[in-house]
């Protein structure tokens, strides 16, 4: 099998994690078979540009869980380092955000004590304790002399996680963490990928990036009669069992479910431009992927950084607080307030506008059931005034929906991904409209809002709403394949009062609209992407955001200005919770 163009070195080697198992739409085939071929490398090279602060949450809590576990330190003593570190947590790395290492004292205690409750329950039902393995699990095929269909010569299967062992190796177990609470469940192949590991893997040494592994499988003496995993909530300190298996329904659960997967990663063909494109190896060459350079007019960030994401959300929370921005949009952290109710509801209207758009063959709302409070989708609890209040809503949208009498040939993409990438500033550009739809030979992007007050006519559309302005850059750029001067961006605003509702057009192709929307993005995007220590900015964002517990000044603001009963419902729809989910969750 051939390199992609874009690509050097060898693919004879596949290492799969068990996080290539997760379940992931927006993923790029072409990405996903030379990711999980580590010897292939960009052409050309990506120098190695250091973060400036920690970008993996976890990476703190499993650095002070070496310490206890591995070290024999005191716990007291890992959290007093923990609580005094001002910089890159045992001087390596990089430097964590004071509010990651608050989190991170947080987490190791709640890991601790429930490690502990489920030992104890282990030994009472008579399972012998388990351990740390300071080593991770590495399942490795011997290297052979010839490749196989897939063009490889040798595997390499890797899991996730903590891991831990009985003396006698009769019993192996895996804790997985996740950032807010525990999963209730994980996809078949990925729990199937994590117990073939734990099954069959031995401990191996961790190698240099670009290294070969040795050329034998790897083998042991004693296999394990019995594989567990648990889900472990950081945020909460719940825990979910997994599954506990035995050898034989370890080997047939990879067959039917990882296997497949596997085979599907490391054989993909065709792209999908996407999040994928971040850390695709084969960018430079890849001819899906929209180039728009002098998007908007922003200066390189000195030195540059790694390859990064940008959506009109990361503008957004960036410019209100960029502490929030880093914490909850890059690290993911979460600690599970509820959203307030006007994003709730916004959600809920929202999601329910994805399943009538999404009905084929395409027909307008006007055409389908009046809604009622059985409308909102189950998922969404909302008590009666404020589900009222959304079928308010929905009632509303049904005389403004795009699709009334829509013609049978016409496209119509619900929640579609949209990508750019500007390769002076090595920037993914990701947009993910709520309708992109055609009309007449037009093409129209819609994004649609709920909002307890009318329309501010102090601002501008592009200015309030940067996700228009990026719409209008995007167009004029030809990220769409779509002619700007026969195109339009569209925003729907639905309100409580039916008088407030708007539907406003914006023309993509207008001089004026394509300087102010590069006015707009530039000056958000510039300060994010120079951005190196993520301070934060107080306000009353503070009330609703999703690091506030860990976060001090974010606390102290909350406690000085608390909100009255009618401030809690937020003008906007999305959340950082909720919205435009461009990353992936541990």
């Known amino acids: 099998m051939q390199n992609p163009p874009g690509t050097t070195g060898h ?28 010897l292939l490398t960009a052409d ?18 499993f650095a002070a869980l070496d310490l206890w576990e591995h070290e024999g330190r005191p716990l007291t003593d890992v959290l007093d380092e ?64 010839a490749p196989d269909a897939r063009g490889a010569r040798q595997y390499e299967h890797t899991a996730w996680g903590r891991q831990y062992a009985s003396e006698d190796g009769s019993v192996r177990d895996l ?78 659960r990879f067959a039917a479910d990882a296997a497949p997967v596997f085979h599907k990663a490391a054989t993909g063909v065709g792209t999908r431009p996407g999040p994928s494109c971040v850390d695709c190896k084969v960018i430079s060459r890849c001819g899906a992927l929209h180039r728009a350079p ?94 009222r209040v959304a079928v308010r809503m929905m ?28 390769p002076e500033l090595d920037v993914v550009v990701l947009a993910v409209p709520d309708l992109l739809y055609s009309h007449r030979g037009r093409m129209i992007w819609r994004e649609t809002k709920t909002s307890s007050r009318p329309l501010f006519e102090g601002r501008s559309l592009l200015h309030s709403y940067p996700q228009l302005a990026l719409a209008v850059l995007l167009f004029s750029a030809g990220a769409l394949a779509a002619e700007p001067r026969r195109s339009w961006v569209e925003f729907e605003l639905l309100c409580e009062d039916r008088a407030s509702c708007r539907l406003e057009r914006i023309d993509p192709s207008r001089p004026e609209n394509v300087a102010e929307a590069r006015e707009v993005i530039a000056e958000l995007a510039q300060p994010l992407l120079g951005d190196t220590s993520y301070e934060p900015r107080t306000g009353r964002h503070c009330h609703n955001c999703q690091a506030r517990t860990w976060c001090k000044p974010g606390t102290a603001y909350v406690a000085g200005h608390p909100l009255s009963a009618s401030a809690l419902q937020s003008p906007g729809v999305k959340t950082g919770r909720g919205a435009d989910q461009a990353s992936r969750h541990v």
């Open 44 to 61: 050309p090279p990506v120098p190695f540009r250091p973060a400036p602060r920690e970008e993996f949450g976890p990476g703190p809590l």
């Open 11 to 38: 693919g004879w080697l596949v290492k799969v994690s068990s996080r290539t198992a997760r379940p992931d739409p927006t993923a790029c085939p072409t990405h996903l078979r030379t990711a999980v071929r580590p």
């Open 175 to 252: 804790w997985i963490p996740s950032l807010g609470r525990a999963k209730p469940d994980r996809a078949a192949a990925e729990k199937a990928a994590v117990a073939y590991v734990l099954a069959l893997g031995q401990p191996a040494p961790r190698r240099r990036r670009g290294a070969e592994p040795p050329q034998a499988a790897t083998e042991g003496d004693r296999l394990p009669a019995r594989v567990r995993v648990f889900d472990f909530g950081c945020a909460d300190g719940s825990v979910t069992p997994l599954l506990d298996w035995g050898q034989s329904e370890v080997r047939r």
């Open 82 to 145: 923990l609580r005094g570190t001002r910089g890159p947590f045992r001087g390596r790395g990089a430097p964590v955000h004071p509010a990651l290492l608050a989190w991170t004292v947080e987490a190791i205690e709640r890991y601790v004590a429930a490690r502990g409750t489920e030992q104890k329950a282990a030994q009472a039902a008579g399972l012998p304790p388990t351990l740390a393995v300071r080593q991770g699990w590495t399942v490795r095929t011997a290297k052979r002399d």
């Open 294 to 387: 002098g998007l908007w007019d922003t200066t390189p960030a000195a030195p540059l950084r790694r390859r990064r994401s940008v959506s009109a959300w990361d503008l957004r929370l960036h410019g209100e607080c960029p502490a929030q921005y880093h914490l909850v949009r890059r690290l993911h952290l979460d600690d599970l307030t509820m959203e307030n109710d006007g994003a709730r509801r916004g959600r809920a209207v929202d999601a329910w506008l994805n399943e009538r758009h999404g009905v084929r063959p395409a027909r307008g709302c006007r055409d389908l059931p009046v809604p009622d409070v059985s409308s909102i989708p189950p998922a969404f609890a909302l008590d009666a005034p404020l589900g």
């Open 395 to 422: 009632e509303e949208h049904r005389a403004l929906c795009p699709l009334n009498g829509i013609g049978p040939h016409e496209k119509v993409l619900v929640q579609h991904q949209v990508t750019a990438y500007v």
